[in-house]
């Protein structure tokens, strides 16, 4: 691999690195010049476009997507807060219709009772009507018989009973 | 190194002479305009780069077949750069900065192929990059700033009394920029190739160290080739930072 | 025997890569404390970190520079 120019440049006791050579210089600045000129137009006129559409047209598809899978969502949303209104619709129906039905037997159970409390009261009323007479009556007999054998009792000791006093007597025992 | 070439035995060691330019055609002198393996290897760099972002591209496709996810990745990493470091209004110099990053990659990639020539190991090509880069974003910022891109050398953070001082450091430190840019590019493209080559030397000893010597090159050509593309990213980066300088000088 | 001489000094300036490979070591590793503390913020700063090592490299590369400037150039 011994190059004729590393043994010339050794032998001169020079520069053996080639980096330093100058002579090399100019052709490396040269087409290093043409290379980069070459890639700068390369990339800016046919392979960053390219590459920049290609990125903004996938950015756009995903945005697409990104949206329509959203808005799917949205309906997917609204389908079932419809049902949900839909059932709690017809749970409220539900409940509405057993609280009327309540309120209606309540109200005939309400009329029924206070009929038949009427009833009670009434008939309660007339027996104690009744009773009442049946008590006066007996206490009528009572002071009747009390006065007659007061009278009889009075009569038969000898004395003349005055009726009036025998029956103010009378009254005034009974009520004791 | 070079006296032990002409001893004949022991051990031969030409870690430099992968580097020698060569004319393609015949042994006469390097002119300017001859084609030498130079430009052999910068062609194949450009056949390489169009292979992969023309030809690689060609389908369009929405869904990228493998070549074409290889150049929209490279595409999408050097934009994303830019944008970061610089910022958005540095994106119209995206193509400059892609030039750069591509054929940075390619020519370090392609070096490492065993018999070829890196030509980015050659301080005279990167030079003329990193000064590219200089005189491209010294223009810039006076087109862009005029005077004031001054203000990047007057720290206006700083005590006044150390402004000077600081001035001269920074203006020191943005000329020395193009000499680091490329040395570093140059210095570690061939610090990595000379040493492969030396241990490829190795194995001449003897067939006790050869086994050792092959597992080095092995492993150092695959710390090369770590190498190859971390010099190419530090280059564009560091090509980021500086525009940033020139588009916006007080930070 | 002044080559010699730059042999030498050859040697002592490829010492400087090797202490240019401590600071690159002192970066990253740093970079990794960092990193491991608070693993959110480390990936938006790895080009900071490449940043970073880069300038530490390149004063090591510089002295390699120099180092084969003394052998082969002198």
Redesign the interface.
């Known amino acids: 691999m011994a190059d004729p120019v590393v043994e010339h440049g050794a032998e001169a006791g020079g520069a053996a690195m080639p980096q330093l050579n100058p002579d090399y210089f100019s052709n490396q600045i040269f087409w290093l010049l043409v290379t980069l000129v070459v890639i700068y137009f390369i990339l800016s006129r046919v392979a960053l476009p390219r590459i920049a559409s290609v990125l903004a047209e996938r950015q756009g598809t995903i945005t697409n997507d990104i949206a329509a899978a959203e808005e799917l969502k949205q309906r997917a949303q609204e389908a079932e807060a419809a049902y949900e209104k839909a059932l709690s619709d017809a749970r409220a129906e539900a409940a509405k219709i057993v609280d009327d039905t309540k309120a209606e037997i309540q109200t005939q159970l309400d009329v029924e009772l206070q009929k038949a409390d009427a009833e009670i009261a009434a008939k309660t009323a007339e027996s104690e009507a009744a009773i009442a007479e049946i008590q006066a009556g007996a206490a009528d007999a009572v002071k009747t018989v009390a006065k007659e054998a007061a009278k009889e009792i009075v009569a038969a000791m000898g004395g003349t009973a005055d009726a009036r006093t025998v029956t103010a007597a009378v009254t005034a025992r009974m009520k004791g | 190194m070079a006296d032990e070439a002409h001893s004949g035995g022991g051990l031969e060691f030409h870690p430099l002479d992968q580097f020698e330019v060569k004319a393609l055609f015949g042994d006469g002198p390097i002119h300017w305009y001859t084609l030498t393996n130079v430009t052999a290897w910068m062609a194949l760099a450009v056949i390489c780069i169009v292979l992969l972002l023309v030809v690689g591209t060609r389908k369009r496709a929405v869904v990228p077949g493998r070549t074409q996810s290889v150049a929209e990745m490279a595409y999408g990493f050097v934009y994303t750069m830019v944008e970061d470091v610089t910022g958005k209004d540095a994106v119209k110099y995206f193509p400059y900065i892609f030039t750069l990053f591509i054929f940075i990659l390619f020519s370090n990639f392609l070096g490492l192929l065993p018999m070829s020539f890196t030509t980015t190991s050659h301080i005279a090509v990167t030079a003329v990059l990193a000064l590219g880069v200089f005189l491209f974003i010294t223009i810039l910022g006076f087109v862009k700033n005029g005077p004031a891109f001054l203000k990047l050398f007057w720290v206006s953070s700083a005590p006044l009394a150390l402004r000077p001082v600081l001035a001269i450091i920074e203006i020191v430190s943005y000329f020395v920029r193009p000499v680091s840019h490329s040395i570093r590019l140059a210095g570690n493209v061939m610090a990595g190739h000379a040493v492969l080559k030396v241990f490829a030397g190795f194995a001449q000893v003897g067939f006790l160290i050869a086994p050792f010597a092959i597992l080095g090159v092995v492993a150092i050509y695959g710390l090369e080739v770590l190498v190859a593309f971390i010099q190419a990213y530090v280059f564009t980066i560091l090509t980021c930072v500086y525009l940033k300088d020139a588009l916006h000088p007080s930070h | 025997m002044e080559g010699e001489l730059a042999h030498i000094g050859a040697g002592i300036a490829g010492l400087g890569t090797g202490i240019a490979a401590l600071g690159v070591g002192n970066v990253a590793g740093n970079f990794l404390a960092g990193a491991l503390r608070n693993p959110s913020a480390a990936g938006g700063q790895t080009?900071t970190l490449?940043?970073g090592?880069?300038?530490a490299?390149?004063l090591g590369?510089?002295s390699?520079?120099v180092a084969?400037?003394l052998?082969?150039?002198v």
């Open positions: 080009a490449f940043i090592i880069a300038f490299e390149a590369i510089f390699f520079l084969l400037l052998m082969f150039a």
